[in-house]
């Protein structure tokens, strides 16, 4: 999903959101359940589902619910200052950053796990005098034009509030 941007007079919002690597795991696990059933009909119809289709669908569930992340990016420009969070199933981290500790917004070259080197991922992120805050984990060189409109939005409410 398209990292989203809400804008009115007061804070610029953007929303990202993205499912595609929950609907993968999820779509993994019904496949590998169909499959060991498929393949064990015959003693299904006698026996019964065993442990080995409820771990398949389990563990696509699990996967998909594990993948599924938000990320809510408020800057208010009346108050200066960016109130952020990230969402995962277990887990929530955010906070707030005054404007002026805000250096930059940038897209930065990002390596995937066991990756090969092929392709453009970056990731956007919000650098501050206490670290790099990232806004979306990453993207393909098709997203890197919205991307890069999102960092200069950001750019440009903070170095100008009434924008």
Request: aromatic letters at 10%; hydrophobic letters at 45%; proline letters at 4%.
């Amino acid at each position: 999903m398209k990292m989203k941007i809400v804008r009115d007079d007061s804070v610029l919002h953007v929303v990202d959101s993205p499912r595609i690597l929950a609907f993968i795991g999820f779509a993994a696990g019904v496949a590998l359940f169909g499959a060991r059933l498929f393949h064990d009909w015959a003693a299904i119809q006698q026996h019964g589902p065993t442990m080995g289709h409820m771990f398949a669908l389990m563990f696509g569930l699990i996967v998909g619910v594990s993948c599924w992340s938000w990320r809510d990016f408020q800057f208010d420009k009346s108050a200066r200052k960016l109130t952020w969070q990230r969402r995962r199933l277990m887990w929530a981290r955010g906070g707030e950053v005054p404007f002026e500790d805000i250096t930059d917004a940038a897209l930065e070259p990002k390596k995937l796990f066991l990756a090969t080197g092929r392709g453009n991922t970056s990731q956007l992120v919000l650098r501050t005098t206490q670290g790099a805050i990232p806004i979306c984990d990453s993207f393909s060189s098709k997203t890197q034009k919205h991307c890069e409109e999102v960092a200069a939005r950001i750019r440009e409410v903070l170095r100008n509030p009434r924008a």
